[in-house]
T-cell receptor
């Protein structure tokens, strides 16, 4: 079983739609959680951190459920420019501080 | 502020040949990471440096891969000899510290024929 699992998609939605991505992680000791965005043939870029209380950044809302070891990302009013792969990322508390990435969920927003 | 710089951006080599990748982190970033990203997968950590010290190289295939960060700034990652399965994108990332946000470079796309 992978440490971080995501639905690979693709999610194909019209402009203006609301879309949600989910992610599960296996290590209950994980402490930090993030969503990264990766455009085709580009590097991953931090979209937002995910906090236990949930957090919102414009059209993007991230939520964390520690009991279920589940992270979500909600995108409202989708734009064509939101088309990308969204990577769910977990950082462990061991000495490595390494980021553990899911395989990503691909989003395609159509006109 | 300049981002993480990597070169070359693309490299095509024949199997069994050596190859090297170079990374210049963001100025002032003490922590440097090398990740490997296969097609359709997320990046996987190969090695992490704190200044010039490799503090986590448990995922680095040491039979053919090596890395160095001699002066605690630039880093090189080498593969010798390359195998077909090494075809992937090699990403470098840097951070002010291990607990800080990681910023990725554009990557080196390697194709081994």
């Amino acid at each position: 079983r992978k440490e971080v699992e995501q639905d690979p998609g693709p999610f194909n939605v019209p402009e203006g739609a609301t879309v949600a991505f989910n992610c599960t992680y296996s290590n209950s000791a994980s402490q930090s959680f993030f969503w990264y965005r990766q455009d085709c043939r580009k590097e991953p870029k931090l979209l937002m951190s995910v906090y236990s209380s949930g957090n919102e950044d414009g059209r993007f809302t991230a939520q964390l459920n520690r009991a279920s070891q589940y992270i979500s990302l909600l995108i409202r009013d989708s734009k064509l420019s939101d088309s990308a792969t969204y990577l769910c990322v977990v950082k462990g508390m061991d000495s490595s501080y390494k980021l553990i990435f899911g395989s990503g969920t691909r989003l395609l927003v159509r006109p | 502020e300049a981002g993480v710089v990597q070169s070359p951006r693309y490299k095509i080599i024949e199997k069994k040949q050596p190859v090297a990748f170079w990374c210049n982190p963001i100025s002032g970033h003490n922590t440097l990471y090398w990740y490997l990203q296969n097609l359709g997968q997320g990046p996987e950590l190969l090695i992490r440096y704190e200044n010039e010290e490799a503090v986590d190289d448990s995922q680095l295939p040491k039979d053919r891969f090596s890395a160095e960060r001699l002066k605690g700034v630039d880093s090189t990652l080498k593969i010798q000899p390359a195998e077909l399965g090494d075809s992937a994108v090699y990403l470098c990332a840097s951070a002010r510290g291990a607990e800080e946000t990681q910023y990725f470079g554009p990557g080196t796309r390697l194709l081994v024929l």
